[in-house]
């Protein structure tokens, strides 16, 4: 469906062509005194300049056009020169009335032009438990793709696995001291590969720390990691086994986790899986004259003549011909274009890695591993503060993982939900789930991604305010009146959304009528907290609506239907929103 707010703009400009003004000033936007009106244009005042005159006399003009116009209640001219507009009851009825009989998309299209995207998001780190700063790359994300997918773009999720770096090797040290036997660590060991891991994820995630503490204090523990490093890294056999039971332990743990928070990946691929193809890259990056030896290391300049800062080179491999992070980076990037080929690659990472990204994008660009079309989109986010606005951390101030964070927000719902009514302790405990998902979540999503958050358990689990709980706090009212109203009555055949009989039923409708608006905006802006904003002001026009109207006890069969109609849709378009944010609602709560 068309956007509400293109057929009004289209409306107005033409009434400033028909009366000689240039249609550009017919821009209307929303009002931003919504009890005066739903929409404006400002126009007239920048077409006074033009036009040498007053703006009111322009303002007067169009309003006297508009008038009696089957959009409008009233377009009214005010001093100096603004054009305030009321949406005419009757065409607002029928636009959401269009609305709902688009059963699945509810009026928003899909995009014309579907784009291959590819999302690159999570970032885990094999063998290390998750901690918070992977909460928001996967809750950013996981949103972000779910809007382009509902745009009807090819979304593409990769984890993107942190598996080939020193922590690696750490573990494969630790393992050699404990294990010894292992036919693993035999040199000429060549790759007949017994099933069962010889740890569990609980001794993974223990011999980590064990073997990253012990490294800090022993330099020839350190020396040996180091060496085992570059073995794998090279080829050796034995720990390349390792290697796939590292993952294979790992990745279940890791996908169980993102499970609980309802985050789910197309691709599970690694740093590992650019390996094979470093070599061609570089060999093709030096050929072409790009990379060059500067003191010691293979680089490509990436500075550019615009920059206020320094950008220095890309370093693609260091002096002792290693690779880094971003040779990684930029041969993901290789396999991506030749199995993919997206037409964008979206990267949500901590902001803090920006500079590193600007490298990356600009050596990817240059040496032609992209097309020039492809879009490399860097969305960074910033840190989830504590209370005391400092990094979030335990009680005790170590790094908080993320289950431990979980568990403690489903303990704090639970607690909520059994003070408010009695429970059976295994529904509470499941909508306790459900709900405390939905305040991680929105709690993240609600602020601009880049800006760094402060993670307040108080607030974000409170029914009331601008967060997750309180929009599901209202679909699960919508869906008890919806309830209520089925066990009652049948609703009658022509029954449709009628034409508002108050002010805050119009206000309901006309925030109703913004929704494919609202989506294409998110998505064009890469911007899930714009949905959050959204459904906050929806559910706040319900329940005002909800406050002021006695929807049980209306007489007339006809206009009860109506409210019942409407109530669907705003359910609906609800939990369309929800549904993009990654979370959803109980049945009661
Ligand atoms: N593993 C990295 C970390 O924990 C994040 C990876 C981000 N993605 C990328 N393509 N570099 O910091």
Redesign the pocket.
């Known amino acids: 469906m068309e956007k509400i707010l293109d057929i009004i703009s289209k409306e107005v400009m033409e009434a400033m062509k028909a009366n000689g003004y240039d249609e550009k000033y017919g821009k209307v936007t929303l009002s931003n005194r919504p009890d005066l009106c739903e929409y404006q244009c400002n126009g007239a005042m920048a077409a006074a300049k033009e036009y040498k005159c007053a703006p009111f006399l322009i303002s007067d003009k169009i309003a006297q056009s508009l008038a009696g116009n089957r959009l409008f209640a009233s377009a009214e001219s005010v001093k100096p020169g603004f054009l305030n507009l009321k949406i005419n009851p009757d065409y607002l009825a029928a636009y959401l009335q269009e609305m709902e009989s688009d059963r699945e998309r509810l009026g928003c299209d899909k995009c014309k032009e579907p784009k291959t995207i590819m999302i690159?998001?999570g970032?885990?780190?094999v063998a290390k438990p998750l901690h918070v700063?992977?909460l928001r790359?996967a809750i950013i994300g996981e949103s972000v793709k779910r809007i382009g997918r509902f745009m009807g773009h090819h979304m593409i999720g990769d984890v993107?696995?942190?598996d080939w770096g020193l922590q690696m090797g750490l573990i494969i040290t630790e393992l050699k001291e404990r294990k010894p036997d292992l036919v693993y660590f035999d040199d000429k060991y060549e790759g007949e590969y017994p099933k069962e891991p010889p740890f569990n994820i609980s001794e993974l995630e223990e011999i980590y720390p064990t073997a990253s503490g012990k490294s800090k204090e022993d330099e020839a523990y350190k020396e040996e990691a180091m060496t085992a490093t570059y073995e794998l890294q090279h080829g050796r056999k034995g720990y390349g086994a390792l290697l796939n039971h590292i993952l294979e332990v790992s990745v279940s743990d890791l996908k169980r986790n993102y499970e609980n928070l309802n985050v789910s990946f197309e691709l599970w691929k690694g740093?590992s899986d650019a390996q094979p193809f470093i070599p061609g890259m570089v060999q093709k990056m030096k050929d072409d004259g790009f990379a060059y030896i500067s003191e010691g290391a293979l680089v490509v300049d990436v500075k550019e003549e615009t920059d206020a800062k320094e950008v220095p080179p890309c370093m693609i491999l260091k002096s002792d011909g290693a690779s880094l992070?971003n040779t990684?980076?930029l041969a993901?990037i290789v396999w991506r274009m030749q199995e993919y080929h997206p037409d964008k690659i979206i990267?949500v990472?901590?902001k803090r890695?920006e500079l590193y990204?600007t490298q990356v994008f600009r050596c990817a660009r240059k040496t032609g591993l992209v097309k020039p079309e492809t879009e490399l989109k860097f969305l960074g986010f910033g840190t989830m503060n504590g209370k005391d606005g400092k990094p979030f951390k335990t009680r005790e101030g170590g790094v908080m993982r993320l289950e431990h964070l979980v568990s403690e927000i489903n303990e704090e719902m639970y607690r909520k939900i059994a003070d408010n009514h009695t429970v059976e302790e295994a529904e509470g405990r499941k909508t306790a789930q459900v709900v405390a998902l939905s305040a991680i979540k929105y709690g993240d999503l609600s602020n601009q991604a880049s800006k760094d958050y402060i993670f307040d358990i108080e607030r974000f689990t409170s029914f009331e305010g601008n967060t997750g709980p309180y929009i599901l706090y209202t679909i699960v009212r919508i869906k008890s009146i919806l309830r209520n109203y089925q066990a009652e009555k049948t609703m009658p055949e022509q029954a449709r959304i009628l034409p508002a009989h108050s002010d805050s039923e119009k206000a309901l409708m006309s925030e109703l009528s913004r929704f494919n608006g609202m989506m294409e905006n998110a998505f064009a802006e890469t911007a899930p907290h714009k949905v959050c904003a959204y459904i906050y002001d929806l559910a706040n026009a319900f329940n005002h609506f909800y406050h002021e109207t006695n929807i049980m006890k209306e007489p007339d069969a006809m206009v009860q239907a109506g409210y019942i109609r409407l109530l669907e849709l705003t359910k609906r378009v609800l939990e369309l929103c929800i549904d993009v944010l990654g979370f959803e609602a109980p049945e009661r709560m």
């Open positions: 690159d998001y970032g885990p780190n700063g992977h790359s993107h696995l942190g740093e992070y990684t980076d993901t990267y990472v901590d890695q990204f």
